[in-house]
């Protein structure tokens, strides 16, 4: 008998207990790295108070909190916008970093085995928190340098995640079904939007660094986890290619008779330029530039913006914040079934879009009412969140399984990291306009600057907005043509 390795070639349309152990992995996985980004916006009106002096000359109670060493001896900056201004810094640094390893990982997920990548980015991120968040406040290490080198180095390790986890998905999930299905899958960052929150809401009365240390620990184990219990790929365990088509009867009877197949090689990856200049990925990585830095803007500053407008605590503000997630998480849901149905995505994308410049201005202008910020998240998160979603999942994913890639698992990784590494450069300058904007003008400058960014993200996909939208009247014509007929057509045809 030949010492090849052999595997058993199943049904290609079968969903196994292997789909879902994927879909369940690699969406808690990429929750796990939305939960750990979500510890840092969560506690920034915290550090930046902790950053702070603990009384100035203003204070009339300043003498009784001597000796000065003491008590102000985590003082980091003297002046409050010195502070917010660092702190979006951070952010920026952060999500430069992130852009640039998306494009690196991207290439690395289609050449190494995808669990190996996404365990390593895993811990390496989890590490980092925890010498960013945690060590800084037992050691008091106060230093910008130490700061913008570990979150750098976080934001490198973090990039790791959703090229792979998108190349996971898209190598176990066929094409068809794909936006229903990834649309419950994508909502993977809103809940760990959710999950993080509600971890650092629980344990941030004992200190920051402990919403580190808790989210760091989580993240690690999350990474052990994804590396005994990932299969990248079905051909992996010799399951068929879920896009795969058959060629003819005669090729379908084949694969029954035989059942067991050598191992064939696989193709070669393709290169980055190949794969940027795949029909859509540059519109599309546009769209997510602008889309990104409203979203991230978000996630980043919905919680600071909520304790700095209507002085809530800020364990009360990150709860509220996950209202804003869970409008997306039903955004992704509903837009990715409709655009299933439509079998057009920029419709349904420009759609909501559209929808989301009055919610954002209605939401500019809310009360102190936390029901209603709330309600008013949600609708603004299903129409922002939603759409981001979609992109980043649905769209990806569509995206790298086209053209002369087809059939080729070793290409959507690459594109991922294209699309997803576009929308977080300009997702980092969102970072560093968001501080700038509201120390300058105010809170409501920073929501005209969103829904100005909505419009341009609008604007990028309008030629495949008009595309499908004619592909859409022209279906639509000829279904209802085809439904009517004259009462006498089937006399004449007789």
Known sequence: MSNELVFKTYGKNKFTHFHLSTF??????????????????????????????????????????????????????????????????????????????????????????????LFVGMTLSSICMFFFGVLTEWLSIYNKFWYLTFWILNGLAQSTGWPAVVAVMGNWFPKSGRGLIFGIWSANASVGNILGALMVASILNYGYQYAFLLSSAVFFSGAIVVFFGLIPSPKDIGLADPDAEKKDEDAASDIEENMEQPLIQQPKPIGFFQALFLPGVIMYSLCYACLKMVNY?????????????????????DQISIWYDIGGIFGGIIGGYVSDVLRKRSVVIFTLLTLALPSLYIFSDSSNSKLMNAFLMSIVGFFIGGAANMIAATITADLGKQGPIQGNKDGLATVTGIVDGTGSIGAALGQLFVPLIQDKFNWFYVFYFFIALCILTNICIIPLFLRESKELYVEFKSKKNYSYRPVNAEAEDE
């Open 24 to 117: 369940i992995l690699t969406f808690v996985s990429y929750s796990l790295f939305h939960a750990s980004r979500k510890t840092f916006s969560n506690v920034k009106a915290t550090i930046s108070e902790e950053w702070m002096p603990s009384c100035d000359a203003s204070n009339t109670s300043c003498e009784m909190l001597k000796p000065d060493n003491v008590w102000n001896e985590h003082t980091f900056f003297s002046d409050q916008s010195d502070s917010k201004i660092f702190l979006g810094i951070l952010d920026a640094t952060f999500l430069a970093a992130y852009s640039i390893g998306l494009f690196i990982s991207g290439i690395l997920g289609d050449r190494f085995d995808l669990r190996l990548v």
């Open 297 to 317: 803007s978000f996630l980043f500053w919905l919680p600071f913006y909520l304790t700095n407008k209507f002085r809530w605590t800020e364990s009360v503000a």
